[in-house]
């Protein structure tokens, strides 16, 4: 097996730390070139950027982890790349090719080997490919030029002590419109976020819950997961709305509910007035895999789904299968792994 950096792989959090090389690719004149593995991870880009004043830029998130036999697994990568090419048509970006994506998530996660944290750690190497508009462009338009870049860390397991339960409350404020841009993986909509985020942490919650910014009366998004419910007559549902972000765990949880739990899954709204039909809940990401949700403060309410400090038997096999999946300990469905090599 390969050599690994000097770490604590046992208390890796979620922090910026900077790895060997990184790609970079420029789109000048229609196109975009060869691109680079690369040591310098400071940008350099001319201060009328796009991305740096009307937030013309997106982003995707992803891991690769450390097998038992050493080899080391993507997660459906294809649906990151597939998922950045609709955030750049939302922003009138150039896509970059999703095999060319593929390709270059490998490279960089191979560059950066002695980086993956070892299987049985629980910690992972978090991948983050990312486009901004850049070139010089004061007048409201899409920009003329590019930077697609992806840059690699390794991350801890997101629960130390296994998975335990938190509380979230309802925001009173929206992360995204309704037609607006909620379904791309945009900073925007994470700007948007950052205080209704800081309120929620000061009252001592992990994060808010936003409802949909039509009625807010259905659940939509767990901070930045997804949410999921689990109910008392065992099925499997999770909202569907134009302004959720499709999460790539979420849509892999519905299918492992369905084909491995043997559940009806359905996507459909989420009352939040009608939580008691659920016997768990959870928030799900590739950050935080799946987060139980023990609790959600609406107004004077608290609801308590199965617990506030243990996790529920079905959230629990779910986790289990997808980490299964994920490290290679539990057969894959068709398509969803796929080797660095
Ligand atoms: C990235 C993201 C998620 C999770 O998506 P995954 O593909 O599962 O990582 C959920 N909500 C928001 C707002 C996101 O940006």
Not at 224 to 248: E, H, R, V
Request: net charge negative.
């Amino acid at each position: 097996m390969t050599n690994t950096v000097n770490l604590d792989w046992n208390n890796l959090g979620f922090d910026y730390i900077k790895t060997d090389l990184r790609f970079i690719s420029y789109y000048k004149d229609g196109q975009w070139d060869e691109g680079a593995l690369i040591e310098d991870n400071v940008l350099k880009v001319d201060e009328a950027a796009t991305a740096l004043h009307y937030g013309q830029q997106c982003f995707e998130g992803l891991k690769a982890y450390r097998c038992k036999d050493g080899s080391i697994n993507l997660f459906r990568v294809d649906q990151n790349a597939a998922r950045m090419a609709r955030s750049c048509r939302r922003l009138l970006m150039p896509e970059f090719p999703e095999e060319r994506f593929v390709e270059a998530v490998k490279k960089v996660v191979k560059a950066n080997e002695q980086w993956l944290p070892p299987y049985g750690t629980g910690g992972s190497l978090y991948i983050r490919p990312f486009m901004i508009g850049v070139g010089n462009n004061v007048a409201v338009r899409p920009a003329t030029e590019y930077i697609f870049s992806i840059f690699v860390m390794p991350v801890g397991a997101y629960f130390k002590g296994g998975l335990t339960p938190t509380n979230f409350i309802v925001s009173e404020y929206d992360r995204a419109a309704h037609v607006g841009t909620g379904a791309a993986k945009v900073g925007g909509n994470y700007a948007a976020s950052l205080l209704p985020g800081k309120e929620a942490k000061e009252r001592h919650f992990s994060d808010c819950i936003y409802l949909d910014p039509l009625t807010h009366t259905k659940i939509e998004e767990v901070g930045a997961a997804n949410f999921f419910g689990i109910t008392k007559d065992n099925q499997f549902i999770t909202p569907y709305s134009p302004s959720i972000l499709p999460s790539i765990t979420k849509y892999s949880l519905l299918w492992l509910a369905e084909h491995r739990l043997g559940m009806t899954v359905k996507e459909a709204d989420v009352y939040v007035d009608q939580l008691d039909i659920f016997a768990e809940a959870g928030a799900c990401g590739t950050a935080a895999v799946i987060s139980p949700v023990g609790g959600i403060q609406n107004g004077d309410d608290f609801h308590v789904f199965y617990s506030e400090t243990e996790v529920g038997p079905v959230t629990r096999r779910l986790y289990d299968e997808l980490v299964g999946i994920q490290y290679g300990d539990v057969e894959a469905p068709e398509g969803w792994i796929q080797k660095v090599e």
